[in-house]
């Protein structure tokens, strides 16, 4: 990362300076959060980070449960069991096996879990593909959990052991989003935090102990009707909607929450990550670039290739996609010219997800740019800085042409059947 | 043995519950949480028991209850075991994982068989009442032959699905099979249970007034004659060791009390069975009792 990133004070606490790869961070971060229940079923580019934790579990290095299920539906089922007897609980999946346990992701999700999932972004089948998009995690953004896409794997250590303190705190679940082999399987420099420093940053879970107590019985997550409904003593409890709007303002309370606790994390650990989104050569761009996880870093690039050729070009990275950062995103959109989104992932018969989720932030603003959607990298294919560029300097001249609305560029798409 | 006399008289069950009249679950519940003692974490996914559990912000029984989703009763079983181990809460209560037939059966076995695979520890319970009652009598997996549901208009082609030879070829360390008709015998299993460590299944037959069609008057009635014509059979395995108990270890004595045609006659969703039908059952269950009688002389 180049220029003027929010990525703040990179200073040195008490870390310690290694490599890994984004799998590694994960597991490390699960680790350092002191996760009391992980389970997991092998996918790939995921199974690394859950063999990794076995490992630990069974050396006696992580002392915590480790539930080898027979599929991503028990996986997550398993950590919602144990998330509800109060313990802290881990997974991680990608693509099919995201698909496959979406009944519990919903679940997890109604039942106010702060269960922490890893995804490691990979394309959905059929036909089979390993490589990453991110059409995965965006299938999912509607279930009600809080999703944050990371840059590198220094980003996907730190959120993940941010997302427990967001999770707990919000009683919502949070997954953490990092490109399939990319990053999953890419070594980078990464320097890990002093355990002390992480415990003080995420004490024990405290949230939701004693939910299963024989000594005081409760029904959990029964059957809710439409209205509200007296209980035994004759006071009005909340019907299905109400629940629904009381996790809606959970969800949107992350808006708040997510800077927040990234700016605890920095104090305490020395690094913060922009809260909900970043920025790179924006203040006098006339053209901006927006997009979720690591692709941010070939815009970057970009960026400072365009405004060496005399565009005034920059990043917008937008970090934490749900709850989707409206505000934050069309504040600092107003007054720009253009606005290309990088989708790596597509709402089928519409168009890419962060694309439209942008043009309705911006909807009714003043100064509004236009925005002009892409979707490129889907199942692997490769996002070069080259053919980035291309398609940003094509954009600006259609837009220098008069155009304020196109059909959606597929990126780098080599045969016939697709728009450039 | 337990007597009835002995069974304990305070219930855990709460006055009133949203079961239908005459169900078989709410006999044997009582039973169930009784052995528990109360020390328990109910495991439910969608079914029958989550309507007899009640509708928020109220509940049927005074036990802890967690209601999860319909494939993943002996997933969540297990995180929820897993998390009290992890807390170091192992020690405060059983968990009792119960689903109907269909949970079972069908859309839970895959989490049944990886659970009992792992051996995790825990009660599961199935309440047999051999079709998806709680959603307008669909067929299961544990149907039994020529049965009408709203999926087999004219009767079940095939027979149910065995789930406790199922987990037997697990090597689970305890599985029984008993039936809501007979409560001494449904106490005395959980109870057993409730002292060995592990995964122990217990398949507990669960007549149904509406979904079979007979009076609610006559739920302990026809539990009984299903096992006196050894539709259903009463019996454990643990470690391996086969044992008949209570009814059944006394017909194996006296021979079958009742045959396929009796017990077929009493409910409305075998109305209509042709003679063949009931002679080609008549014959399943010869061969399947003939099995069992061989299993508790040892053979």
């Known amino acids: 990362m180049t220029g003027q990133s929010s990525k703040g004070n990179h200073v040195s606490v008490t870390g310690t300076a290694t490599v890994m790869t984004g799998n590694e961070a994960a597991a490390t971060a699960a680790k350092l959060a002191r996760v009391q229940v992980v389970a997991a079923y092998p996918i790939t580019p995921q199974s690394p980070v859950v063999e990794q934790i076995s490992a630990w579990v069974e050396s006696g290095e992580l002392p915590a449960e480790f539930v080898a299920v027979e599929s991503e539906h028990s996986a997550l089922s398993v950590c919602i069991g144990a998330s509800t007897v109060g313990a802290r609980t881990f997974t991680a999946t990608s693509s099919n096996g995201l698909a496959y346990m979406t009944e519990q992701v919903w679940w997890a999700a109604g039942a106010r879990l702060p269960i922490v999932m890893c995804i490691a972004n990979r394309a959905m089948a059929a036909p089979w593909n390993v490589l990453n998009d991110q059409q995965d995690s965006m299938s999912v953004r509607d279930a009600g959990w809080v999703q944050l896409y990371c840059r590198d794997n220094q980003e996907i250590l730190d959120t993940t052991i941010q997302a427990f303190r967001l999770a707990e705190e919000l009683s919502v679940p949070v997954m953490v989003c990092y490109d399939g082999f990319l990053l999953s399987h890419t070594v980078m420099p990464v320097e890990l935090p002093a355990p002390e420093a992480v415990d003080t940053f995420l004490p024990p879970r405290t949230d939701g102990l004693q939910v299963i107590d024989p000594t005081d019985p409760r029904n959990v997550g029964p059957v809710v009707m439409a209205d509200p409904r007296p209980d035994a003593d004759g006071v009005m409890r909340p019907g299905y909607m109400e629940f629904r709007a009381m996790h809606q303002a959970a969800i949107v309370s992350a808006l708040e929450a997510v800077p927040r606790i990234d700016g605890e994390f920095g104090e305490h650990v020395g690094r913060t990550w922009g809260g909900l989104v970043w920025e790179q050569d924006l203040d006098d761009a006339d053209v901006v670039l927006v997009a979720a996880g690591s692709i941010t870093t070939q815009l970057a690039l970009v960026a400072e290739q365009l405004r060496q050729e005399g565009m005034r070009v920059g990043v917008l990275g937008i970090r934490c996609y749900r709850p989707f950062p409206a505000a934050a995103l069309a504040d600092r959109l107003a007054g720009r010219s253009l606005v290309i989104v990088f989708d790596k992932a597509m709402s089928y018969g519409y168009e890419g997800p962060i694309c439209a989720d942008l043009k309705a932030a911006l909807y009714g603003q003043s100064d509004v740019p236009a925005v002009f959607g892409t979707i490129s990298g889907l199942g692997g294919r490769d996002t070069s800085p080259e053919d980035l560029a291309d398609t940003t300097r094509r954009a600006v001249a259609d837009h220098a042409a008069g155009i304020r609305t196109r059909p959606t560029e597929w990126v780098n798409l080599k045969m016939t059947g697709g728009a450039r | ?299």
Not at chain 2, 79 to 100: N, Y
């Open chain 2, 1 to 299: 043995m337990t007597r009835i006399t002995d069974l304990p008289a305070e219930s855990i069950m709460l006055p009133g519950n949203r079961a239908c009249a005459g169900c078989g679950i709410g006999i044997a519940l009582r039973q169930i949480t009784s052995a528990l003692d109360g020390k328990l974490v109910l495991v439910n996914p969608a079914s029958c028991l989550t309507v007899l559990g009640g509708m928020y912000p109220t509940a049927s029984v005074a036990v802890p209850w967690l209601n999860i989703a319909f494939p993943s009763t002996a997933a969540s079983a297990s995180g929820v075991a897993a998390g009290l181990r992890a807390m170091g809460r192992a020690d405060e209560m059983t968990v009792l994982a119960m689903a109907g037939d269909g949970g079972t059966a069908d859309i839970g076995i895959q989490a049944l068989s990886g659970a009992a695979e792992r051996n995790e520890d825990m009660i599961y319970l199935c309440y047999d009442n051999e079709a998806y009652m709680n959603t307008g009598t669909q067929r299961s997996g544990s149907t039994p032959q020529g049965a009408r549901t709203t999926t087999t208009w004219s009767g079940k082609k095939e027979n149910p699905k065995d789930v406790p030879a199922i987990m037997e070829a697990h090597n689970v360390g305890y599985v029984a099979s008993t039936s809501a008709a007979y409560p001494t015998d449904v106490y005395d299993k959980v109870a057993k249970a409730r002292g060995l460590s592990g995964l122990r299944y217990i398949h507990m037959n669960t007549p149904c007034p509406s979904g079979w069609s007979f009076d609610p008057k006559d739920t302990v009635r026809l539990g009984r004659l299903a096992v006196d014509a050894g539709l259903v059979v009463l019996y454990e395995v643990q470690d391996g060791e086969f044992h008949l108990t209570g009814r059944s270890a006394a017909l194996a004595k006296s021979g079958l009390k009742a045959t396929v045609a009796e017990y077929v006659a009493t409910q409305g969703r075998f109305r209509g069975m042709s003679p063949e039908t009931i002679a080609e059952i008549q014959a399943w269950v010869d061969k399947r009792w003939a099995g069992f009688l061989k299993r508790e002389a040892g053979e």
